[in-house]
């Protein structure tokens, strides 16, 4: 059974920081593409960032990008986002996201519908 576990949410001060963790089990991933994307309370599930197979690709979300870094680590078969000066309207659901299609692929996913495999989530809850 594939699954996809995200942990190091919590409650933080805007301008804090958080690191979340994505563990992935019952396959590897270290071909694929891999992704975070938020849902934020009432609103729609959103892009955050994406990293292509190897690490040596990435893209964000304007809204994060310069303060959150996405990185991998396939020796271990986990996904992170490091998230700095944190914002209250950062507040939300965060969600790992595995794609498969796409194999040692360095392009740039931004759709939900292109992944695959999802995580349940982890709340982090940013106050002002």
């Known amino acids: 059974q594939v699954q996809l576990v995200e942990s190091g949410g919590g409650l933080v001060q805007a301008g804090g920081s958080l690191r979340l963790s994505c563990v992935a089990s019952?396959?590897?991933?270290?071909?694929?593409?891999m992704g975070w994307f938020r849902q934020a309370p009432g609103k729609e599930r959103t892009f955050v960032a994406c990293?292509?197979?190897?690490?040596?690709?990435?893209y964000y979300a304007d809204s994060v990008k310069g303060r959150f870094t996405i990185s991998r680590d396939n020796a271990k078969n986990t996904v992170y986002l490091q998230m700095s000066s944190l914002k209250p309207e950062d507040t939300g659901v965060y969600y790992c996201a595995a794609d498969i299609d796409h194999i040692a692929s360095d392009s740039i996913l931004v759709a939900e519908s292109q992944y695959e495999y999802w995580g349940q989530g982890t709340q982090v809850t940013v106050s002002s």
């Open positions: 990293i292509n197979w190897n690490g040596g690709r990435t």
């Open positions: 019952g396959r590897t991933f270290s071909s694929n593409i």
